[in-house]
C-alpha cells in the first residue's frame, strides 16, 4: 500500500510518521507539500502533528485552507482513509471531516508524556488489529489537545461508535489523572460516521520502536495496512487512483 504524509509550514512529525512507517513497518511512503494539489493514487493519507502555520490563530484553522485540503476532503469522502494525528486531529476537525473541537488543555498547560488509552471499538480500519479494551502506551505532546463536542454531538458519537481511544491509567481505569488535557469523557481519538476518518492526539508513530519504550503504535498502522490488503479491488480502485 502507498502512504501520503501532508507537511505543512510548522509541522514537525512528518519525518518521525515517515520513518515508523518506511523504516519500522516497510511501507512505501511520500511526503506531499501542502501547497501542491493531491495527485497519484494513496491508500491512507496522514496529517501529522506539529504546528501548522505557528498555531498563531486556532490550531489547524489555517492549516484547513491549504491547497492540498481539497484533495484531502474530496478522497475523504470518495472513501479513502485519513489518519490526523495531533496537530493532525485538530485540523480534521476544523475542516469538518471530525466533529467536535479541540481546545486549550485543562490548566493551560502544555503537557508531554506517556498516556495509556484504550481500544474501544475495533471495527474500524484503524484499529482492527486490536482488541476491545486493549491497552496501547503511547506519548502525548500537546498544548491545545482538550477534545470538546456539545451534547447532541456526543450523544451522535456515541450512538454511532465512534469514539475508539479513551485515556485510561495503567489498568485501564478512566480517571482524571489519566487525562492529560481535561477531554471530555477521556477521548483520546474518534472517527467519522463513515469510519474512514480517524483523529488521535497520542503519537503512534513515537512508539513504533522498542528504543523508544513501546511499540504499542505500531497497531494502529498495522491496523490500516491490515484493512488496505482485505479491500475488494472495486473498493481499492476508489479513492486517490491517478
Known sequence: MRWGVVVFPGSCDEQDVFDALKRDL??????????????????CLVLPGGFSY????RCG???????IMRGVVKFAEGGGLVLGICNGFQILCESGLLPGALIRNAGLQFVCREV?????????????ETQPGQLLKMPVKHGEGCYYADPATLESLYRNRQVLLRYVDAKGRTTPAANPNGSIDHIAGICNAGRNVFGLMPHPEDACDPILGSEDGRRIFESIAA???RRSPADARAPGVA
Open 26 to 43: 516497510g511501507q512505501k511512503v511520500k511526503l506531499l507539500w501542502h501547497k501542491d494539489e493531491l495527485s497519484g493514487h494513496f491508500d
Open 54 to 57: 505557528g498555531d498563531y490563530l
Open 61 to 67: 484553522a489555517m492549516a484547513r485552507f491549504s491547497p
Open 116 to 128: 495509556w488509552v484504550r481500544v474501544e471499538e475495533n471495527d474500524t480500519p484503524f484499529t482492527c
Open 227 to 229: 484493512a488496505c490488503a
